[in-house]
Nanobody, 129 residues
């Protein structure tokens, strides 16, 4: 089972940038066998997908972060990243990384939080002036 740990959150002004990291460890931590994703959850809201990335590196983004956020991964370091630019107050949320062992090819349709079975503890992102 893979264990995930996020870092990099914080307080940033509107228009600013942050880079989140998600380090994987454990006996199952072989990144190229997993679908990986970033989710976020604001108070009182459902946890929603932000981006996912498959073993080939292909990514999918939610419409509200497209062209502002970039997901990437370093298989050698077993680390997932989320570069967030042009941040808006509505991006304020707890951000989580998630993983699902997936030897079946494309992760494009793995968009629901219910299909991921490994989660980090979350890192808070607050966008405010």
């Amino acid at each position: 089972q893979v264990q995930l740990a996020e870092s990099g959150g914080g307080l940033v002004q509107p228009g600013g940038s942050l880079r989140l990291s998600c380090a994987a460890s454990g006996s199952g931590a072989t990144f190229n066998k997993y679908c990986l994703a970033w989710f976020r959850q604001a108070p009182g809201m459902e946890r929603e997908a932000v981006a996912n990335i498959e073993s080939t590196g292909r990514t999918r983004y939610a419409e509200y972060v497209k062209d502002r956020f970039t997901a990437s991964k370093d298989n050698a370091k077993n680390t997932l990243y989320l570069q967030m630019n042009s941040l808006k107050p509505e991006d304020t949320a707890m951000y989580y990384c998630a993983a699902r062992l997936w030897p079946f090819g494309s992760c494009w349709n793995l968009w629901s939080k219910n299909v991921y079975n490994a989660w980090g503890q979350g890192t808070q992102v607050t966008v405010s002036s």
